[in-house]
């Protein structure tokens, strides 16, 4: 239900941007997590689809930037300055029980996952 793309490898200081299409509507709300090697998956953003309220994780705030396409049902995670610690697989989540922006960063809050997209940066 959930169709990822946009992953690759990069350079550091370098830039990605990732894509997701949800392939199902009533969402209200879409987020982005990630899991490196022999880590917990983590939260990295999250968008209220009515009104695109987000959220990000401190480790990518004001270098990550996350928004929506309504008509397209599709979120998207532009990555810039990009730093070897952002290598990753990159799953997108999608929420039709969220009403709070403080659920973002949960990960029980969401009901669907993408197949995941590997970005590796490279110093």
Not at 8 to 20: D, E, K, P, Y
Not at 48 to 74: H, L, M
Request: proline share 1%; aromatic share 10%; hydrophobic share 35%.
């Amino acid at each position: 239900q959930l169709q990822a793309s946009g992953g690759g490898s990069v350079q550091a200081g370098g830039s990605l941007r990732l894509s997701c299409t949800s392939s199902t509507g009533g969402l209200t709300a879409m987020g982005w997590f990630r899991q490196a090697p022999g880590q917990e998956r983590e939260f990295v953003a999250g968008l209220k689809w009515r009104n695109g309220y987000s959220v990000y994780a401190a480790s990518v705030k004001g270098r990550f930037t996350i928004s929506r396409d309504n008509a397209e049902n599709t979120v998207f995670l532009q990555m810039n300055g990009l730093k070897v610690e952002d290598t990753a697989v990159y799953y997108c989540a999608a929420g039709r029980r969220i009403d709070s922006g403080s659920y973002l960063s949960l990960r029980a809050s969401y009901d669907d996952w993408g197949q995941g997209t590997l970005v590796t940066v490279s110093s």
